[in-house]
């Protein structure tokens, strides 16, 4: 049986918190895409973690946790934060690495850097992790996959073609000093001595465990929005968001039973782009300082996210895009302060009404079209069972879903495992 669960929407959407709930009915948690770009906050009986590199299923003992071929590995950022959790009294999780995965190199997130001050103003607010470096690498076939790291006179020629494209952008179009062979080929030695236990050919692994009806947990980093080829391009990310990627990026070429597409009760986004429903100022930062466990702050970055209403067209959309078969709501307890509750149900674009999520260019002149709905003003974050909701936020709930059109089927009122409810 195989489970993924993925962002609707522009990513922080909480889905970290749903991976941990399900990783307890799971034998197999994988990461497919993304590196440490981005980050899962969870909270649960060890405390609070931010994971970047590692799968959320680290923190249960009968997890087996991968890192599928479709990720950009940062070894030592993965390294890090195994220590970070094992410091904090988690037992050492078991965790698998796919010989296919690339490795994030020193020079992808010195071109990262590099390329956004060139950028300047213009720049795409990276988080400088190397990302788009690294992938642009895997696809012109100059990346470090992990199965090469075991062959020293491969890595030496192969590094001879890498090291004259790079030096050249480095001097010509950065006038930065040229990289230096004998350094990289160090880090790449340090890199293998660090990832060989871990290594596993990934793809044989997944065979058996689907022979042998493992349940299998694919998650998603990011949201719908952020996907290359259907997101906010170019606003978005270098790797597919999107479920069905999942199977690839995991190294599990199978049908996927149950797509778990995952949005806030509200709209936030750390990043630049186009943000349709965003709001600003006092009504904005009104909504951060509730939002979240500790208000609307980027797991990753620390950046103020920027917030809005809920968007039901990009939502809708981002449902779509993902094919998902249920929708989790969360942070439903965070609009309790409000008497009524702004739901964006339609784009103006220059001066016609759409209810269907367009392409970049018009994105970038739509306006919302606002409903309002009514608040439920108190605090629902102690609540366990659905139906002792307040009608109102029942009614809000009814209402999302209407417009959405995918069940929803769990909603989260506090970043706690046990604050989550079933809807029937
Ligand atoms: P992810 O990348 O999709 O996992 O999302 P993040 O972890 O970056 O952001 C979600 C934030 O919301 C985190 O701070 C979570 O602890 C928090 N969170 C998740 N679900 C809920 C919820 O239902 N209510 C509240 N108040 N916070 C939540």
């Known amino acids: 049986m195989i489970r993924a669960v993925v ?16 990783a307890a009915e799971s034998d197999i948690v994988v990461r497919f895409q993304g590196g440490n ?11 609070k973690f931010a994971l970047h590199m590692l799968p959320s299923g680290v923190f249960y003992g009968h997890t087996v946790n991968i890192i599928g071929n479709g990720v950009a590995l940062n070894i030592d950022a993965l390294v890090k934060e195994l220590n970070a959790i094992v410091e904090k009294g988690v037992p050492m999780p078991k965790i698998l690495v796919s010989d296919r995965a ?3 190199m020193s020079y992808h997130i010195l071109f990262d850097k590099l390329e956004e001050e060139r950028l300047g103003k213009a720049q795409f607010g990276s988080t400088k992790s190397g990302i788009a470096p690294f992938y642009s690498d895997k696809y012109a076939k100059i990346g470090f996959q992990i199965s090469e790291l075991f062959d020293e006179q491969w890595l030496s020629d192969k590094l001879e073609r890498v090291l004259a494209q790079k030096n050249t952008l480095l001097v ?5 000093q040229p990289l230096i062979k004998e350094d990289i080929l160090a880090e790449l030695i340090h890199y293998r001595s660090v990832i060989a236990p871990y290594v596993t050919d990934t793809f044989k692994y997944f065979q058996e465990a689907f022979d042998d009806n493992k349940r299998i947990l694919l998650e998603g980093q990011l949201g719908a929005l952020r996907d290359p080829d259907f997101g906010i391009y170019p606003y978005s990310t270098s790797s597919s968001t999107l479920a069905l990627y999942g199977p690839i990026g995991a190294g599990l070429p199978r049908h996927i039973d149950e797509t778990w597409a995952v949005t806030k009760a509200y709209s936030s986004c750390v990043g630049a782009g186009p943000f349709v429903s965003e709001i600003f100022d006092d009504t904005a930062h009104q909504l951060r300082i509730r939002g979240g466990d500790a208000g609307e702050y980027g797991a990753t970055t620390g950046r103020p996210r920027r917030m809005g209403w809920f968007d039901a067209v990009a939502t809708r959309y981002g449902c779509q895009v993902q094919g998902a078969t249920h929708l989790v709501l969360t942070n439903l ?4 302060y409000l008497d009524k509750i702004p739901v964006c149900v ?6 016609k009404r759409r209810e269907h999520f367009p392409n970049i260019t018009r994105l970038e002149h739509s306006v919302p079209i606002l409903e309002y709905v009514d608040g439920w003003n108190c605090d629902i974050s102690h609540i366990r069972n659905y139906d ?5 936020c029942k009614k809000y709930v009814d209402r999302l879903e209407e417009l959405v059109g995918v069940k929803i089927a769990l909603v989260s009122n506090g970043p706690k495992r046990e604050q989550i409810m079933t809807r029937k």
């Open 7 to 22: 962002g609707a929407n522009w990513g922080d959407e909480g889905k970290g918190k749903l991976t941990d709930v399900f």
């Open 37 to 47: 770009n981005a980050g899962h906050t969870i909270i649960n009986e060890y405390g």
């Open 102 to 104: 690339q490795i994030v």
């Open 172 to 176: 010509h179009l950065y006038n930065h």
């Open 333 to 336: 307890d965070v609009l309790g």
């Open 346 to 351: 339609a784009y103006e674009t220059d001066g």
């Open 388 to 392: 002792e909701l307040p009608e109102n």
